[in-house]
């Protein structure tokens, strides 16, 4: 997965950081909204062959796929869905923790999450889906770094 983008910070909280001030810019949930579904555009292509049940993450209304490599290391995730919002979403969380290290993601909580306003204008149904999503790359981080 070298055509990654990710990390575009150098260190989690630097993207959390980023992050929360690129949504500050934005008076409204419609921006934000709008914001997301930009950010989703921006994911890197995502190979047909890779949307498949064994890569599909399942607790997600929407369909997503993602597709982990790496080691304890560096572990990097290519992942996608077939909504607009919920791409945006992935787009955060990669933003955050691909390209990282096992010890990076398991230190880094998802503060962003709160303190952009998401976890209030999600519904439920996306909550859900951004838990699952969060909680893969966790257990992912945690299987490398036990070896």
């Known amino acids: 997965m070298s055509d990654s983008p990710f990390p575009l910070e150098p260190t989690p909280d630097a993207a959390q950081a980023a992050i929360r001030d690129e949504f500050s810019f934005f008076n409204d949930w419609s921006e934000r909204y709008q914001y997301l579904i930009d950010l989703g555009r921006k994911l890197p ?53 691909s390209g990282r ?22 519904s439920p149904t996306r909550s859900n889906g951004l838990a699952s999503l969060l909680a893969f790359i966790r257990e992912q981080a945690e299987s490398a770094a036990s070896g």
């Open 45 to 97: 292509p995502f190979p047909e062959e890779w949307k498949t049940e064994e890569h599909r993450l399942l607790g997600c209304q929407s369909m997503v796929w993602i597709v982990p490599s790496g080691d304890a290391s560096r572990l990097d995730f290519a992942a996608v869905s077939d909504s607009a919002i919920v791409s945006g979403l992935i787009y955060l969380a990669l933003r955050v923790y």
């Open 101 to 122: 290290s096992a010890a990076e993601i398991m230190a880094a909580s998802p503060d962003y999450i709160a303190d952009i306003g998401l976890a209030k204008h999600l």
